[in-house]
């Protein structure tokens, strides 16, 4: 029903930047949220950031706030990562704001529920 690509990811020294995309297409609307989690090896799922997600701002997570800016246009949405530091290492995925009868896993983020996922684009920051 929904399908998201990643791109843009790779291996960066720290204090490095990397813009990350999602390709967006499907069955969804430009009205539903679009945002970018990440999981590093052994934790959790987290959010990073999102679109209409949050009233009309975009949304940050309180540990890459004033690194990370998230923008959309047309069907695509960028994360541009900068001063990245080896903690950012992770895979992520971009994810899309869940449909009435989404089936499978969800994670709440801002103001949303996300139940579409990408396949993932490893990050990887070295010191």
């Known amino acids: 029903e929904v399908r998201l690509v990643e791109s843009g990811g790779g291996l960066v020294q720290a204090g490095g930047s990397l813009r990350l995309s999602c390709a967006v297409s499907g069955s969804i609307s430009d009205s539903h949220a679009i945002g970018w989690f990440r999981q590093a090896p052994g934790k959790e799922r987290e959010g990073v950031s999102c679109v209409r997600c949050n009233g009309g701002s975009p949304y940050y997570a309180d540990s890459i706030k004033g690194r990370f800016t998230i923008s959309s246009a047309g069907n695509t949405v960028y994360l541009q990562m900068n001063d990245l530091k080896p903690e950012d290492t992770a895979v992520y995925y971009c994810?899309?704001?869940?449909?009435?009868?989404?089936?499978?896993?969800?994670?709440?983020?801002?103001?949303?529920?996300?139940?579409?996922w990408g396949q993932g684009t490893q990050v990887t920051v070295s010191s």
């Open positions: 994810a899309a704001e869940a449909g009435r009868y989404t089936y499978g896993s969800k994670w709440y983020f801002g103001r949303k529920l996300f139940g579409f």
